[in-house]
C-alpha cells in the first residue's frame, strides 16, 4: 500500500507560478500528476519514474510544467509556470509501480491516488 499527500494547492491570478509537492508513504516506480476539472475527465499532466528521472509529458502541456522528484524524501514536486484559467482543477497525485509508455497518460494504470489538492487561476 502507498499512501500518498498533496499540499501547495491555492488561488492565483493568471500568469502566476505554483508548486505542488506530493510526500508518498513509500517510493514507486513511477509517480505522476493527474488533473480534473469540473465536469472534464481526468487529465495526465505529468508522470516520472523515479529511479532514472525519466520524465512525461503530454504535447499540451510541455513547456509550464516540470515534475521532479527526491527519492531522499519520498516526494515529488510539480512546478506549474505561467498559469491559465484553463488550469484550473483538483490536482491529484498518483503512482504506480508500473507504467507501460504507451499508456502513461490512462488513469486506470494507477493504482495509488491521493485526495487531491485545488488550484484555482483567476483572471
Known amino acids: 500500500q502507498v499512501h500518498l499527500a498533496e499540499s501547495g494547492g491555492g488561488s492565483v491570478q493568471a500568469g502566476g507560478s505554483l508548486r505542488l509537492s506530493c510526500t508518498a508513504s513509500r517510493i514507486s516506480n513511477f509517480m505522476g500528476w493527474f488533473r480534473q476539472a469540473p465536469g472534464k475527465k481526468r487529465e495526465a499532466v505529468a508522470l516520472?519514474?523515479?529511479?532514472?528521472?525519466?520524465?512525461y509529458y503530454p504535447d499540451s502541456l510541455k513547456g509550464r510544467f516540470t515534475i521532479s522528484r527526491d527519492k531522499a524524501k519520498n516526494t515529488i514536486d510539480l512546478q506549474i509556470n505561467a498559469l491559465k484559467p484553463e488550469d484550473t482543477a483538483v490536482y491529484y497525485c498518483?503512482?504506480?509501480?508500473?507504467?507501460?509508455?504507451?499508456?502513461?497518460?490512462?488513469?486506470?494504470?494507477?493504482?495509488?491516488w491521493g485526495q487531491g489538492t485545488q488550484v484555482t487561476v483567476s483572471s
Open positions: 516520472i519514474y523515479t529511479d532514472d528521472g525519466r520524465t
Open positions: 498518483t503512482a504506480a509501480f508500473w507504467v507501460a509508455p504507451e499508456t502513461w497518460t490512462d488513469p486506470k494504470v494507477y493504482r495509488y
